[in-house]
Nanobody, 118 residues
Framework: QVQLVESGGGLVQAGGSLRLSCAAS????????MGWYRQAPGKQRELVAN???????NYAESVKGRFTISRDTASNTVYLQMNTLKPEDTAVYYC????????????WGQGTQVTVSS
């Protein structure tokens, strides 16, 4: 059974920082692409950042230079360090895992709310 458990969301003032964590279980973490998406009210879910197994990274243009994704294979955890937060970063952030095997290959966490006040 695949589980993605997020933590670290909350309320922060503009310019502040937060660090999101996502602990994964039930997947072969080392060969899965891990990522973060977000969904603001009335908007579609969008990719924030992801990291394939080779350690490369992909970021949305809106977060480049401010957010950093990282992963720890020893603890099966993926992180999203968010700096210089802006009110437009307010959204529910979802952890995502894409594994290259199995019938079901894409999994989501339950989401964690990030609210940035101006």
């Amino acid at each position: 059974q695949v589980q993605l458990v997020e933590s670290g969301g909350g309320l922060v003032q503009a310019g502040g920082s937060l660090r999101l964590s996502c602990a994964a279980s039930g997947i072969v973490f080392s060969i899965s692409t891990m990522g973060w998406y977000r969904q603001a009210p009335g908007k579609q879910r969008e990719l924030v950042a992801n990291m394939p197994p080779d350690g490369s990274t992909n970021y949305a243009e809106s977060v480049k230079g401010r957010f950093t994704i990282s992963r720890d294979t020893a603890s099966n955890t993926v992180y999203l360090q968010m700096n210089t937060l802006k009110p437009e970063d307010t959204a529910v952030y979802y952890c995502n895992a894409n594994r290259p095997y199995g019938v079901v290959r894409r999994y989501w966490g339950q989401g964690t709310q990030v609210t940035v006040s101006s």
